[in-house]
């Protein structure tokens, strides 16, 4: 069976990887949740983020 990967920002198992902006100075992977929360903080504005109660 093979390795999980766990999300760089909260240690949470990764279902579905996400990379980070070169802008962000992230290296690793992201989980969805921490992947938002990083769009959301760079680039506010009137992009909807969805699932944001789940924080």
Not at 27 to 54: F, M, W
């Amino acid at each position: 069976m093979g390795k999980k990967e766990k999300c760089v920002i909260c240690n949470e198992i990764v279902g579905f990887r996400f990379k980070a902006m070169d802008e962000w100075k992230i290296d690793g992977t992201l989980c969805g949740k921490c992947y938002s929360k990083k769009v959301d903080e760079h680039y506010p504005g009137e992009h909807v983020r969805v699932n944001k109660h789940l924080d």
